[in-house]
Nanobody
């Protein structure tokens, strides 16, 4: 299974971006999906997760109300809509796929994309 994240870039504080994660080599509906991020000098942290069919979503407290995770299994794509962006959202964002029920621990994910950089200027 290969994951390809895209959509990162430079945005001003208060702006919006949509990240996409295209999945190939497997059937998206077989996996729960998640987004993580890693800022410079910090550990990778959970951002958002979504269940196999999209019926359940989960968010880190720091992004709740600002970010929305969604998926289109027919297109083998997962999205992360980010709004009201803050400088502290600056990080490399990674999408990941899991078979596990658990969604917030990176160790429960089986496949990872290469990451896309999001930079939020103040």
């Amino acid at each position: 299974v290969q994951l390809q994240a895209s959509g990162g870039g430079l945005v001003q504080a208060g702006g919006s971006l949509r990240l996409s994660c295209a999945v190939s080599g497997g059937t998206l509906s077989s996996y729960g999906m998640g987004w993580f991020r890693q800022a410079a000098g910090k550990e990778r942290e959970f951002v958002a997760g979504i269940s196999w069919r999209g019926g359940s979503t989960y968010y880190a407290d720091s992004v709740k109300g600002r970010f929305t995770i969604s998926r289109t299994n027919a297109k083998n794509t997962v999205y992360l809509e980010m709004s009201s962006l803050k400088p502290e959202d600056t990080a490399v964002y990674y999408c990941a796929a899991r078979r596990s029920y658990y969604y917030s621990d990176a160790n429960d994910y089986d496949y990872w994309g290469q990451g896309t950089l999001v930079t939020v200027s103040s």
